[in-house]
């Protein structure tokens, strides 16, 4: 997928200013940023759904905008707004959908896979928020898409539901999908992405691997440690050398940890510059 110099403005709002991405097939991709930065306007457009008022697009080598069907049914999409509610069960709603795609995956195989067995008689205007939202999962990924989009996934999902989400993602990944998700939860980004962009009023502010972004692995590190005083601390771009110093003694040092900032910490630095 190659983005250059979207834009899109609402009548009041730019809310996209000019976005540049790349991801590459089979790579796990996350959009981060604050409400109304742009990540869904962008996510719409790159689907077909939305239409931008300037720039280049290229999804699975076609434009968005003019691709027809066969584009279409290469691709998987979970949208925020959930499924309707319908009087049919998760089973029939699954089997339903799946007659759309030439290349769908087998309904009880996507039953498993977003643990939905326990539900899959059961009426979907029955089901709960996170188990609504494990059925359009469920939809997404039926026709065996090549690229999946993934808004807010796991919005409303207890913490169980979360790590169970992360290892379908996960071996959907393993697959050869690409991923496209936006979330709000930088772990979930951490524990999923190969790269992520941060967007905020519309632009990119930062891009790379999670464990790198905005220099974070460049920063200074905190190393603590209790001695009879109490907590120690000090902020170093050198720990190795600190703790090399601090073990001089001999003595093991006690509750001793190095950190550096969380990727919450470069995020909100991130945004917080952007404002
Ligand atoms: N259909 C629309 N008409 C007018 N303005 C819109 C429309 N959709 C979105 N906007 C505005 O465009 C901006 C970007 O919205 P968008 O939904 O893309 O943000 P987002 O990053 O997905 O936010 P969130 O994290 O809250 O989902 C916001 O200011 C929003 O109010």
Redesign the pocket.
Same mark, same amino acid.
């Given at each position: 997928m190659r983005v250059r110099g979207l834009r899109k403005a609402?009548? =009041? +709002?730019q809310?996209?200013a000019g976005i540049d991405l790349d991801v590459e097939r089979g790579e796990v991709f996350a959009?981060l940023?604050?409400?109304?930065?742009? =990540?869904?306007?962008?996510?719409?457009i790159l689907e077909g759904h939305r239409k931008r008022d300037e720039g280049t697009v290229s999804v699975l080598d076609a434009d968005p905008g003019t691709a027809g069907r066969a584009w279409r049914a290469r691709i998987g999409m979970v949208l925020?707004t959930a499924t309707d509610a319908a009087e049919l069960t998760v089973n029939e709603t699954i089997r339903h959908f799946a007659r759309y795609y030439p290349r769908p995956r087998q309904p009880e195989e996507v039953i498993e896979l977003c643990g939905l067995r326990e539900k899959a008689g059961a009426r979907v205007k029955g089901l709960s928020g996170g188990q609504r939202r494990r059925l359009d999962v469920a939809l997404g990924i039926i026709g065996t898409p090549e690229l999946l989009f993934l808004?807010?996934p796991t919005t409303g999902f207890d913490p169980e539901a979360r790590r169970k989400f992360w290892s379908l993602i996960q071996k959907l990944a393993a697959d050869g999908t690409t991923i496209v998700l936006?979330t709000?939860y930088l772990d979930e980004a951490e524990a999923l992405a190969d790269r992520v962009a941060v +967007?905020a009023k519309?632009e990119v502010v930062a891009q790379g691997a999670p464990g790198d972004l905005g220099g974070r692995a460049q920063r200074e590190a905190t190393v603590r440690w209790f001695d009879r005083n109490g907590e120690q601390s000090v902020r170093t771009s050198t720990p190795t050398k600190v703790i090399g110093e601090l073990s001089l003694g001999g003595g093991e040092l006690t509750g001793l940890t190095v950190t550096r900032p969380s990727l919450e910490d470069v995020y909100l630095d991130l945004v917080g510059e952007a404002r």
């Open positions: 609402y009548p =009041k +709002i809310a996209v959009l940023g604050p409400n109304g930065a742009g =990540k869904t306007t962008t996510v719409e925020q808004d807010e936006t709000h +967007i519309g």
